[in-house]
Nanobody, 123 residues
């Protein structure tokens, strides 16, 4: 069983930046593919970025060039750096993981989820 704990959310003005962290329990973090999802009120949860066990990355079109996903296997942590944030990106951001060697794009592909961290972007 893997437990994921997100941190780093908060209130930021439009154009600002945040770094989200997701700390994972367990000794097999390096074998997991990880993803960051977000869910805004009244909307479906969507994939923002993903990173494979080999550090290959994927970004949603809307965040490409502004968000960066990375992982530190020595620290069992995956990060999401977000710059130039927009009010429409206000959402709960979730970290997710699955034991696999690829990149995974759908929430059904992920077995483990964190509790989420709120990101609020004000005008």
């Amino acid at each position: 069983q893997v437990q994921l704990v997100e941190s780093g959310g908060g209130l930021v003005q439009a154009g600002g930046s945040l770094r989200l962290s997701c700390a994972a329990s367990g000794r097999t973090f390096g074998s997991y593919a990880m993803g960051w999802f977000r869910q805004a009120p009244g909307k479906e949860r969507e994939l923002v970025a993903a990173v494979s066990r080999n550090h290959n990355t994927y970004y949603a079109v809307s965040v490409k060039g502004r968000f960066t996903i990375s992982r530190d296997n020595a620290k069992n942590t995956v990060y999401l750096v977000m710059i130039n944030l927009e009010p429409e990106e206000t959402a709960v951001y979730y970290c997710a993981g699955t034991n696999g060697n690829g990149l995974y794009y759908h929430e059904n592909n992920y077995d483990y989820w964190g509790q989420g961290t709120q990101v609020t972007v004000s005008l």
